[in-house]
T-cell receptor, first 112, second 114 residues
Framework: QQQVKQSPQSLIVQKGGISIINCAYE??????FPWYQQFPGKGPALLIA?????SEKKEGRFTISFNKSAKQFSLHIMDSQPGDSATYFC???????????FGQGTILTVHP | NAGVTQTPKFRVLKTGQSMTLLCAQD?????MYWYRQDPGMGLRLIHY???????AKGEVPDGYNVSRLKKQNFLLGLESAAPSQTSVYFC?????????????FGPGTRLTVL
């Protein structure tokens, strides 16, 4: 049972374009929604996170949009760069000991 | 600070063999986690610990055991390895308090079971 569904599985974007990755969740008890970035051969690292009391959070070129009623959230990468090429994971937590439920991951490739 | 370190980085086992993966963190974190990463499935929680001497099951605990005898170390054991346990294993730790419970991940261990 996949409680967090992520799409697309892979994404190719030109340099300077906008990358958009979507996630949907089922458990209404989730109250923390982070995005992790993973480069090949490395462990995931926290990129940006949001709580459901706000609809949007922006940090530099990265923005999370959150729709509580639809149980969906998305990551937008503005002015995408080749250095952004990585695998991105959305996740969700209900606050119970910080346990994370991850989406399936999106492999982002940004062409120069 | 080294952050979260994992030993070994790579390992090949034969079916039925046993092994222990070691995770160490130097951030004085209370919480530690073991995940496995498989293509198309994201990361799935195997076991976790919320403090020294405590452990609990995650989403996919079968075939694994863990121990947290010291706060800085979290061990993952495979008693009798199976090909289905071929995966990349990640350890993570977090402070355990505050509004933003960021998890810090190690570099991973790539395990192949033949």
């Amino acid at each position: 049972q996949q409680q967090v569904k992520q799409s697309p599985q892979s994404l190719i974007v030109q340099k300077g374009g906008i990358s958009i990755i979507n996630c949907a969740y089922e458990n209404t008890a989730f109250d923390y929604f982070p995005w992790y970035q993973q480069f090949p051969g490395k462990g995931p690292a926290l990129l940006i996170a949001i709580r459901p009391d706000v609809s949007e959070k922006k940090e530099g070129r990265f923005t999370i949009s959150f729709n509580k009623s639809a149980k969906q959230f998305s990551l937008h990468i503005m002015d995408s760069q080749p250095g952004d090429s990585a695998t991105y994971f959305c996740a969700a937590s209900s606050g119970s000991y910080g346990k994370l439920t991850f989406g399936q991951g999106t492999i982002l490739t940004v062409h120069p | 600070n080294a952050g979260v370190t994992q030993t070994p980085k790579f390992r090949v086992l034969k079916t039925g063999q046993s092994m222990t993966l070691l995770c160490a963190q130097d951030m004085n974190h209370e919480y530690m986690y073991w995940y496995r990463q498989d293509p198309g499935m994201g990361l799935r929680l195997i076991h976790y610990s919320v403090g020294e001497g405590t452990t609990a099951k995650g989403e996919v605990p079968d075939g694994y055991n863990v121990s947290r005898l010291k706060k800085q170390n979290f061990l993952l054991g495979l008693e009798s390895a199976a090909p289905s346990q071929t995966s990349v294993y990640f350890c993570a730790s977090s402070y355990g308090r505050g509004d933003w419970n960021e998890q810090f991940f190690g570099p991973g261990t790539r395990l192949t079971v033949l």
